[in-house]
């Protein structure tokens, strides 16, 4: 089950926004805190996933990868994944590798293997290159969100309730979103949402492909 990256009392502390500022939109309390917590936070958590590239979830189940025909692998979206759901293809790549309980190349065990955060290692031999040849059962993602990722979240989360206000087309904005109609997701590629140093902390969690020989 996903998990938010921050509550709506991260958001609160963060922006020091007022229910009261926005009550003759929402019309109860119960109303502005259910829409922050289930379609504010999940957009600013979308924005950050591209981002780095990984979500900052807890994740198990079984990768099919392309074999690399080298005695190293890397983890990318080039493959499918089934986390409980059946296999699907990668949006978002599953990582980081937490732990790997078994290899599998063509149906054969690989008992020899090494596992890092982007990728997985032989001791001997390759993994023989081929297509979806390689089965890889494990854990990745995240035991629990990273502190940086919560107050990158909050913080967008509160920058965007800070332009909202700003904004004189407030009414139309949040009534088109609460109706289904609307997103408030371009709103967080505004410069003034993320910003140079939510961009800073989140740099540090960005996928960068890896290139070995």
């Known amino acids: 089950m996903a998990v938010n990256y921050c509550g709506t ?10 229910y009261d ?47 690399s025909g080298k005695d190293w692998l890397p983890i990318t979206r080039e493959g499918l994944m089934d986390d409980g759901g059946g296999y699907e293809t990668m949006e978002l790549l599953p990582l980081p590798l937490i732990d790997v309980t078994s290899i599998e190349d063509d149906d ?8 890092y955060r982007h990728y997985v290692t032989r001791d001997s031999g390759v993994y023989r290159h081929d297509y979806q040849n390689i089965k890889i059962v494990g854990e990745w993602g995240y035991a629990a969100v990273p502190d940086d990722i919560v107050y990158v979240t909050s913080r967008m989360c509160a920058n965007v309730l800070g332009e909202m206000l700003r904004m004189r087309n407030l009414p139309d904005l949040v009534k088109s979103v609460m109706d289904g109609a609307t997103s408030v997701t371009p709103l967080f ?16 969690y960005k996928y960068r492909e890896l290139m070995m020989a």
């Not at 009392?9 to 007022?18: N, P, W």
């Not at 590629?189 to 540090?204: A, F, G, Q, S």
Request: aromatic share 12%.
């Open 9 to 18: 009392l991260d958001v609160y502390y963060a922006s020091q926004v007022r």
């Open 189 to 204: 590629y505004n410069p003034v949402i993320l910003t140079r140093n939510e961009r800073d902390i989140l740099e540090k």
């Open 21 to 67: 500022q926005f009550r003759d939109l929402f019309g109860a309390l119960a109303t502005y805190e259910n829409w922050v917590q289930g379609t504010l936070i999940p957009q600013a958590m979308g924005v950050i996933d591209k981002y780095c590239g990984h979500d900052f979830q807890s994740h198990s189940g079984t990768l099919l990868l392309d074999g």
């Open 108 to 115: 054969s065990d690989i008992t020899n293997f090494k596992v």
